[in-house]
Every structure is written in C-alpha cells, then in structure tokens.
C-alpha cells in the first residue's frame, strides 16, 4: 500500500510538472490531417470495393485522424492506363486494379493469367504471400509504382451467348478480353477469337452481336447481368487484383505514416480475402438458383486443358523462367505429394545463372513422360515430375534429397547441371537407397563414388573422358595449351584429367590460372594467359565466369582458340557474350544437337519439342544436350521400373546395370551401365559446337 502510494504521489506530481510547463490540452496544435484518394476498377459491392472501405477506416484510425483515405470508382470515361497514370504522376494516391490490366509495364504478372494454373484458392493465398509475390510486386517500383498488396478476384469461367457442349463450338467464336498477351494466346489455344472490348462498350457488344462470349468472375456476373447469357464453370483461371500506391504519395509520409499504411493494408488484405470466398459462393448460389449455371462435360474440360498447356512454355520467357519455376515449386503440396501417381524429381538450377539448364533437362524429362504416360505410365500408373531449385548451393540441394526422401512414391531423382551439388549429395543419396540420374553434371567421382551398390547412373559427359577430348582439340591447334579453371570439385576433376592426359603424351601446360565460382575480375588471369604464349586455352566454368572471360580476351588481337566445357551452354551466355563472342573462336564441348541432325529419332522428337513449347525452328531448342540425356534417362528408367515390377528404388537399381539394349534418341546403347561402368557415354560420343546467331552448331557445319 505504501509503493502504490509513494507511486502514485509521483505520477501527480509529474503530472503538475507538465501541466505548468506545458501548453493546455484544449489549446494544443492538431497535426494536419492528409487526405488521401483510393480508386477502385472494380464494382460497387465488390469484395475489393469492401476491403478498400475498411483499409480507409483503419488508416484513419491508426493514425489518429492524421490520415484519411477516400474510396470511389474509377469513371466511366477513364481507361484503366489512365487511372495507371494518375497513380505514376500522384494525381491518385491509391487504386486497385487487375493484374492483366497492369501487365503491360511489368510482364512477369501474367503469369496469374496463365489457363488453369492454379487449381484452388489456398495455392493463389500460398503465391501471393510467398518471396515470389513479394518480388512481383517490387519489380513495379521500376514504372513508379509502388505495389502494396494482392487482393483475390477470385476464379474465372466463360460465359457464351452460345451452348457450349464440345470443342468445335470454339471455332471462330469472339470471346472478349483484357489487354493480357496471355489471356489472348489462351483463346488462340481454343480456336476462338480475342476481341478487346471496353466495359462502357460490353452490353452494346453483345447486344449488336459483335461478342459471342467472355470470361468472368462470380462476383463480377453477380454485379451485371445479360439476359441469354448462361455461365460454364470452367475455373480455367484466375483473377488478381493490385492494391497499389503513388511512391510520390509514399515519398510525403513520415516513417510512422508509412507502418501503418503498411499495417492497415495488410488487416484489409485479410479481410479482403475472406469477404471474397464468401462473396462467391453467395454469388454461385444465386446463380445456380436462376438455372444459368452449367457444368462442362469432362471430355470438354479436358481438352481446354490439353489444348491451352502449350501457353505456359510459349509465354515462358516473357514472364520468366525463374518466376514460373519459383511459382510452380511454391504450389505444390510437399507434404501430400500426388499420392496417386508416381514421382520422378528434378533437383537443379533452375532460377539462377544456369537455368536454361535445368529448363532443357525439364523439357527432356516432359518429353519422355507424354510418351510413357500415353502408353500406361509406369506399372499402370501415371508419372509425374516434380521440380525444386537448388540455385547451384549444394546445401539447398542437400535440403531437396531431404524432402524427395519423404516421398513414399519416388522413382528417381535427376539431378542438374552442378557437380558440387551432386557431389555433397552422394552420401545423403545412398543412405537412402535413392536413385540419382544425372544428365549434365560431368565430375567424375560422381558416378566412379566407390559406393556399392551404385545409385547414381549418367548420360552425360564424365570429365575423365572430357579431358581427353577438348586437349585433342586444343593440341589440333597448337601444343601451347593453356588452363583456365574453376576451383571447386568439378574444376578439379577436370585438372586430374587434363594432366594425366597431357603426362601421357609428354606434355605440360604452358600456362594455368584457377578462379573462384562467380568470379567476375578476369581481366589479369586472361593478360597472363596471353601473356605467356598460350594459342589454345582449355576452359572449365560455368555462365558468369565464362561472360567475363571472353569479354576479356576479345579485347587482345589475334586471341587464343578457346576449347570450352559444357557450363557455359546452361545459361543465355551466348546472348549476353554476342559481341565478345565475334571477335573469339569459342569451340565448345557437346553431345548432340537438333541442328543439321537427319536421324529419324530426331526429327520426330523435334517436331513434338516445337508443338510442346512453341519454337519452330531447331535452332530455338535450348540446351540440346540437357534434353536429348534427360529423355534418354527417363525411358531407360521407365523399362528398368517395369523390369523390377515395383517402385521400389533398389530393385530398379539392380535392373538398370542388367539394360542390354535401349535404341535411344542419343544413340543405340549396348548394356550402357553395365559392367561396372555407370557412365552410359563415352569420348566417342562426343562433339564440338560453335555460336551462331545465339544457337549451338556442329562445328562440321559451313562457318
């Protein structure tokens, strides 16, 4: 009693103090309050309509009444680029609006309109919240824009003036759509046309017949009806909104102003997503109720699906490889991993410097698997790939065997283009009996690992081999070799058998230098090599260090033969070294290659690369190589796995050293891992390449 007393004497003698030093409460200046505008592309009774309105409440509440934020709707003379534009200038503090409608300052955002990605709403949730979305909205800060947050529009289905009852009844219909490249490309897939129609200019449309169809959420159906429509519930996509925000506005905030902006948007998002789940099952409801809803017959469903999975891979690059891949790993559900089918995994680089390659062993691994899965599967079952990035960090990769190792449906792990990777991986691989099939990396200790039994099988080139080959073609040149290496375990490797090699006829290098991994100062390693009377340099290393390099050597006359290993070829090294490469004689090592290839397994397989991932010509296939090892590796495993009558990984093992015979897209292989040998390629099978024009060539061909 006495504390509380003593205390409280205190706090009112501190309280007199302030009341005498201090200005009345009645007397005291406001803080000036800021009004703030939000406009919305949406309808009035809208979700995000909703959201906005309490986002408006909690900012003004948060920050006591020194910030208000007024809610309307964009009018009907104001385009959406417009409304853009006020936010960019600062006319416009706030607005949320479609992703497609903003995806032409930032393409990477179609990826949200691509035909039935997302499956259900807890994967868009996963999306929007994960380090992918949050990189997403970022990249808008590059057109003055400052992304805030994701909001639901939940899903979409097609709406048509027309029966919609088989694929034919796409042909030639005119299906409005937003300024989205990939939402038109998505209606190409159907055989129908794409047709932008502003919203002041919809009903008329229709009414005129200029429109037979489009697609559309539940909400915005709920919000404007059309008499002889019906609405087909295709959930073929998927609509987002953007909270976003003037960075000039952001620019006047104090740092207090700024955290509850931030704070209230992400209460608002919340509730923003809840309001819409709820708000289109009421709208389905309704719907169901008037008799205008109809659910597409299975056959028809199917073949949208089919006929629009080429739109990903055609519009791959433009949104961005590493962006899909980062998206594609982050929506799967790892812990329920398609417990129906079988599993093969792909464990690579594929958002980093060397993701073209983990793309072509991808796109090897599909190709085969449309074949076997068209044919049964494997032991009657379907067999599906599952992808994660290791961005060439052998503790990431370590991570991916982990969780594979979980699967209690896994065939086979593929790995990528990183010998380090693999390397740190082996002990890990055969402590659980987990089959490794390797396609690029070349480190010899991958596969000659002294464990027994061996679970690593490779088509691919093996450094012990590929020592040989490049200083064959270095010495056609001159006997002044030189080495230029990458210190690490697949660099090394490589020195082993390059100096065992060069001991065997005598020789030694004129001159070696070694660089770490990503080194980018290549500039006095190069000045060494030319320096010391090097014609011929033998290169080990991958995109990053190989750019730097021959940036530098073509700055020196007459510049050495460069004989390359592989690395390079993984990444859009030749794009990004075009100019340097004009000037060096850059010959790399390779396997295979589309280009100038008339056997009849290549032609065939090239026609169903261009129909899969939209290129035309042979030149446009990435990474030739990657590919043609990872098909033939993934038929080999499809006969060993029917062999073994089982998926269990240590009887498929033992099937793929007894393969006597696999007429492959690489060639006829005779007991290829058999023997003891695991390494289904040879020197023999080797080639040399060339750039031109950004593509891969046999060096035979006329340069």
Aim: charged share 20%; with cysteine; hydrophobic share 40%.
């Amino acid at each position: 009693m006495r504390y509380i007393f003593i205390l409280t004497a205190l706090l009112m003698l501190l309280n007199g103090c302030d009341s005498q030093n201090s200005p009345k409460t009645d007397h005291m200046e406001e803080a000036p309050t800021q009004s703030l505008k939000l406009v919305l592309s949406s309808h009035e009774g809208s979700a995000s309509s909703e959201a906005a309105q309490y986002f408006a409440s909690l900012v003004k509440e948060k920050s006591k009444g020194e910030l208000t934020v007024s809610t309307s709707f964009k009018t009907d003379n104001t385009s959406e680029r417009e409304l853009i534009a006020s936010v960019q200038n600062g006319d416009v503090d706030f607005a949320v609006i479609s992703s497609s409608k903003i995806s032409y300052l930032s393409p990477a955002l179609e990826l949200f309109d691509l035909p039935f990605f997302f499956t259900n709403q807890q994967q868009v949730k996963q999306v929007y919240s994960s380090p992918t979305g949050r990189q997403l909205l970022s990249k808008l800060n590059e057109d003055d824009i400052h992304g805030v947050a994701f909001w639901d529009g939940g899903f979409k289905h097609l709406v048509t003036t027309f029966p919609l009852e088989s694929a034919s009844q796409f042909d030639g219909r005119r299906f409005r759509v937003p300024e989205s490249t990939t939402i038109r490309q998505q209606f190409a897939s159907w055989s129908s046309l794409a047709i932008p129609v502003s919203d002041e200019m919809l009903t008329q449309a229709f009414t005129n017949g200029d429109l037979d169809g489009e697609e559309i959420t539940l909400s915005q159906l709920s919000a404007r009806r059309m008499t002889g429509q019906d609405i087909y519930l295709t959930h073929h996509g998927h609509q987002t909104l953007i909270l976003i925000m003037s960075p000039k506005t952001k620019a006047k905030l104090t740092q207090l102003q700024k955290e509850t902006i931030k704070s209230a948007a992400n209460i608002a998002t919340s509730f923003q997503y809840e309001i819409a789940r709820r708000k289109d099952n009421i709208a389905l409801a309704n719907l169901k109720e008037e008799g205008i809803t109809h659910k597409p017959a299975t056959p028809l469903l199917d073949w949208m699906k089919q006929a629009s999975s080429g739109v990903m891979e055609q519009k791959r690059m433009y949104i961005g490889t590493a962006i899909i891949e980062q998206v594609l790993q982050g929506k799967e559900n790892w812990s329920h991993l398609h417990p129906d089918k079988l599993i093969v995994a792909l464990d690579a680089d594929m958002i980093g410097g060397s993701a073209i390659s983990g793309l072509s062993i991808r796109r090897g691994i599909e190709l085969a698997l449309d074949e076997i899965n068209q044919n049964g599967g494997v032991l009657g079952k379907e067999v599906k790939l599952v992808v994660r990035n290791n961005s060439m960090v052998p503790s990431r990769g370590l991570d991916n065997i982990k969780v594979f190792a979980t699967l209690p449906n896994l065939l086979a792990v593929f790995s990528g283009i990183s010998s380090p990777v693999v390397l740190a991986e082996l002990e890990l691989l055969h402590e659980h009996k987990i089959l490794m099939l390797a396609p690029w990396a070349a480190a010899t200790p991958i596969v000659s690992n002294g464990q027994s039994p061996n679970f690593v099988f490779r088509v691919s080139v093996r450094d012990e081999y590929a020592a040989q080959f490049l200083l064959d073609g270095a010495l056609g040149v001159s006997e002044k070799v030189g080495f230029l290496l990458v210190n690490n375990g697949w660099g090394r490797s490589n020195f082993e058998g390059l100096t065992k090699e060069m001991e065997k006829r005598s020789l030694a290098p004129v001159h070696m230098e070694w660089f770490d991994w990503g080194e980018k100062n290549m500039e006095n390693k190069v000045k060494n090599l030319v320096q010391k009377g090097v014609e011929s340099i033998i290169f080990v290393g991958n995109s990053v260090e190989g750019e730097k390099f021959v940036s530098h050597l073509a700055k020196h006359p007459n510049p050495p033969i460069v004989f390359s290993h592989w690395g390079i070829t993984g990444s859009e090294f030749a794009h990004r070294s075009k100019q340097a490469l004009k000037a060096v004689d850059l010959r790399v090592l390779q396997t295979f290659t589309f280009v100038e290839n008339d056997t009849p397994a290549a032609k065939v397989l090239t026609q169903k690369y261009h129909q899969r991932y939209g290129t035309r010509d042979e030149s446009d296939i990435y990474a030739p190589s990657g590919t043609a090892h990872a098909y033939d590796l993934m038929h080999m495993l499809a006969i060993a796995a029917e062999k073994a009558g089982s998926a269990d990984m240590s009887a498929i093992q033992k099937e793929l050293t007894k393969l006597e015979r696999y007429d492959g897209l690489m060639k006829q292989y005779l007991s290829p891992f058999g023997r003891g040998m695991q390494d289904a390629l040879t020197a023999e099978d080797y080639l040399f390449a060339f750039y031109k024009d950004g593509s891969l060539y046999p060096l035979k061909s006329d340069r």
